[in-house]
């Protein structure tokens, strides 16, 4: 074993293996460090020891055997949280380790005695430099053995990251985040799923989007990485055959996918289910949208004016996220509004999901419209005025080709749950409510040249097939309001909403 000062210790670190026998990593900036210095000469002395030293080359001066830790390669590696920390190394390989100041350990780990006699017995280390807030992301993006598989593009000295970005086609429209190594590594950090996994196959140029790739585009999006879980979730929501997200591309109606989030992790990240949910100020709703928004565009290839041919559009196809209202929810003024007690069950249920289990839900639709009543007291009445704010879907003489979401404030729910009327009572009524006679819908009925083809004129149709009709518990705790999101065509024509849990990934 080398100890003396012309061995090449660099060498040793340039090649990742570090010496046999006891090392100690430290820093100048840490009192036990400095308080030790005298014990870090003493064991040199009387053995063997190699200090790598994060900050000040030059620490600790007794030192002859020392190695800079500048870029903290040795340390992220060793997993170094504390300094010092006193290690031995046999064969290449860690054989055991000490952090903070004990003498009694320390004796006992070097066979050493009379350690620092002059010494506190005992003192507690500081956070090692390569567990810093500022370096986590940085070290994990340069030593992390390169786990970002999406490709690397490097702008030019004089280009302006947004306008680069905007340049390329990247963006939607709006500012993007620049995906640097940094941000992306630290957005993979939000899920246990390895980088190179495929997530998804995303339409129209049915390209594999690893969880890389996704991870550039929530960064693009602003996203947290504790957003980053319902991101993949949603991405694997839209992107097969029973959602259709090509046919929504292609379609000149105004639609696109609409994210609902059930569960706890709603509340956990932040999640707005109250006042203003469909509205700008939660970062969370505007941006888990926007990610897979930008994926479908990015990696899929779904450019407006290019496959994407909606002859209005609208402005959900940003992004369009939001929680749903569980239990008990911040309805925005610091108090709390009730989710409605056993019999208003949260949406994930309508896709055979247990209460409380982390969905998000995938719904083809349009921009939501306001439904204003505010002097039904009963729930009769205010079904009949929900049905006749849903006829209006589309078309009022349009049927049977579209779902709905009908989205429930608490004062318009609680009309509802007061009178004893469970979630599924509700939708039932109101489906009852938008079945109309044939003779009222047909082409030509009511002078309109839209309708149902003649030889439905004896049937009774409903507005929407069954099942298509989605109650959601959302809004703030005041305003006799709730809203309608009215859907693409649905069934094999179309599509259909799906819901994918969370959890499993997280």
Partial sequence: ?????????????????????????????????????????????????TVYTQDDPAFPESITAKVHDADLAFSWHRDIETVPTLMRFADGDEAGRIVGWSRPEWEAFTGLDALGDSLPPHRPGCGSLSV????VDVLAARFGGDGLTARRVEFGSLEDAQEAMHDRGWSDGLPLVAPTAERV?????????????????????????????AAVNAVMAGCR????????????????????????????MPVGPVFIVNGPIAREIGMNSGINVFGQGNRANSTIGRAVQLIVRNVGGGRPGEVDRAALGQPGKVGFCFAEIEGTADDGDGGAESAGGDGWVPLCTDFGFEPGTNTVTAFPGEAPRSVVDQLSRDPESLARTMAVALNAIHHPKLVLGFDA??????????VFIDSGWTRRQTAE????????????????????????????????????????LHLVHCGGGAGLFSAVIGGWVNGDVGAQPVCVEIDPWR
């Fill in 132 to 135: 810093a807030p500022s370096m």
């Fill in 429 to 468: 009524r109101i489906n009852e409510l938008t079945t109309r006679p044939g003779s009222e819908l047909v082409r030509g009925a009511g002078g309109i040249a839209e309708g149902v083809p003649e030889f439905l004129a004896e049937a009774d149709l409903p507005k929407f097939r069954d099942g298509g």
């Fill in 405 to 414: 979401i009908l989205a429930v404030a608490p004062d318009h729910s609680r």
């Fill in 1 to 49: 074993m080398a100890t003396s000062a012309d061995r090449n210790i660099a060498e040793d670190q340039a090649a990742g293996v570090p010496p046999d026998g006891l090392v100690a990593v430290v820093k100048r900036d840490c009192p036990t460090c400095e308080l030790i210095a005298p014990v870090l000469a003493d064991i040199e002395a009387r053995g063997s020891l």
């Fill in 225 to 252: 990485p504790e957003y980053f879980p319902v991101v993949l979730a949603a991405l694997t929501a839209v992107c097969n055959d029973t959602f259709n997200m090509h046919g929504m591309l292609a379609t000149t």
């Fill in 185 to 213: 590594s630290a957005m993979l950090a939000g899920t246990s799923r390895a980088p190179d996994e495929v997530v998804a196959n995303v339409a129209p140029d049915l390209a594999d989007c690893t969880v890389t790739k």
